[in-house]
């Protein structure tokens, strides 16, 4: 029989939320689940008429297969809403944005330097090990560095992968950060592939959304977003790639015609039905019950923070995600007392790398953030935590 590719050795056990199951399972009491990074809002009528009149339609006419980069019109809307910078020709609509990281590492082929933060979302670590990286550099994202990577102290790369706002931190990018890294970027000659999925949670207008809002980011990354959490799009599957015509290799070819090349070779578009419910998100219509949405998911995140009060928390503000220090525990420890006292299911955040340790996640998308923090106020938490 066929021997099994050796880069599965590389990666390691995916036993995190197996044995966050596992202890949610044999938990006595009835459970506040904290610790989902999916959406718990249905998608908005408006998109799901359409889907279903999409749907219909198929029965009807042909339709067949559409451009590989997706319906002009969606890549329109998507640049018109999010890229003002930019042209709709820059843009790909793609199944999500966590298959667009595995497809985008084939331009690069094996062999490559991949930077990733510390802690970080497993994929970008996961696939380039897969992929046949060379090596994969974890970049420590904590306290000290306020969860940015350290510009000063870079080693060689050529890529990093940047996820802000960022899962697991919450944390969102400075102007100023990304201004630094893009210059790094140039010095160092590596390539950025920046993670926006949660760029519509960014409250703040001083924040970036985009990094080509970064003078010169369109010479050196590509970004990433997604319809996923913000407009409830996790089931339905779309997201887009960015990848501007100044991206040029060393030898100042452009990059997209290869990125084309491979769209084309391994993928044939989203669903034809995703991207009519993308043209409708992206309506006014939609972009309201966007809003809706992430009003929704921030005020989770807010009572939470509240909740927790004392401690020291990143994100929730311009993120659904909070970061919990535990200065008196370890991750699994912290993790064992929510489960145990109050029924909370959170994720250790050593799960998501070494520096992830002392850590917890919790999440404004869970329908239980009012009675969690409900219950969190009344036991006074912080009374028995951090002393
Ligand atoms: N990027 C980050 C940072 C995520 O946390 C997630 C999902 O949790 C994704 C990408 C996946 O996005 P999509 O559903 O578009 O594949």
Same mark, same amino acid.
């Given at each position: ?33 904290? &610790? ?21 339609? +198929? ?15 969606? @890549?329109?809307? $998507? ?25 985008? =590492? ?5 062999? @490559?330097?991949?930077?990733? =933060?510390?802690?970080?979302?497993? $994929? ?19 306290? %000290? ?8 102290? #870079? ?21 100023? =950060? #990304?201004?630094?890294? $893009? ?35 369109? !010479? ?30 060393? !030898? ?20 034809? +039905?995703? /991207? %009519? ?5 992206? &309506? ?20 939470? %923070?509240? *909740? ?19 200065? /008196? ?20 955040? *050593?799960?998501?790398? %070494? ?33």
């Amino acid at each position: 029989m066929i021997e099994r590719h050796p880069n599965f050795e590389r990666l390691e056990p995916t036993y995190l939320f197996q044995k966050i199951h596992e202890k949610a399972q044999t938990a006595k009491k009835e459970l506040l689940d904290l &610790s989902i990074g999916d959406i718990s809002l249905p998608l908005d009528p408006s998109i799901a008429e359409v889907l279903a009149e999409e749907a219909l339609r +198929l029965s009807k006419e042909i339709v067949g297969y559409g451009p590989s980069r997706g319906y002009a019109k969606l @890549r329109e809307a $998507v640049q018109s809403h999010y890229y003002p910078m930019l042209s709709p020709d820059e843009i790909y609509i793609s199944d999500g944005a966590k298959c667009d990281v595995g497809r985008l =590492q084939l331009l690069f082929g094996t062999g @490559r330097k991949i930077g990733v =933060q510390d802690p970080t979302y497993p $994929v970008y670590s996961d696939t380039a090990l897969l992929l046949g990286a060379q090596e994969v550099i974890y970049l420590p994202c904590n306290r %000290k560095s306020e969860y940015f990577v350290d510009i000063k102290n #870079l080693p060689d790369l050529d890529i990093l992968f940047l996820c802000s706002p960022n899962n697991p931190t919450g944390a969102a990018a400075t102007r100023e =950060q #990304l201004t630094e890294l $893009v210059k790094a970027a140039y010095e160092k000659e590596f390539l950025i592939i920046y993670d926006a999925a949660y760029a519509d949670f960014i409250q703040n207008p001083e924040l970036p959304k985009s990094i080509y809002e970064i003078e010169g980011a369109q !010479n050196i990354a590509i970004e990433i977003s997604s319809f996923s959490k913000s407009f409830g799009f996790t089931g339905l599957r779309l997201g887009w790639s960015v990848v501007p015509k100044a991206l040029k290799y060393k !030898n100042n070819a452009p990059l997209y015609k290869d990125w084309e090349r491979i769209i084309q070779t391994f993928f044939n578009g989203p669903s034809c +039905l995703a /991207q %009519k419910g993308g043209i409708v998100a992206l &309506s006014e219509v939609g972009l309201k019950a966007k809003k809706t949405a992430i009003e929704t998911y921030l005020s989770n995140a807010k009572r939470l %923070k509240e *909740s927790f009060r004392g401690f020291e928390v990143s994100g929730g503000d311009n993120s659904p995600y909070l970061w919990i220090y535990f200065p /008196q525990m370890n991750s699994w420890e912290a993790f064992e007392f929510l489960l145990a006292e109050y029924g909370i299911l959170s994720i250790p955040g *050593s799960g998501f790398g %070494k520096e992830g340790e002392g850590f917890i996640r919790l999440s404004g998308f869970s329908k239980w953030c009012t009675s969690c923090a409900f219950i969190l106020e009344k036991k006074e938490i912080q009374e028995c935590l951090l002393l």
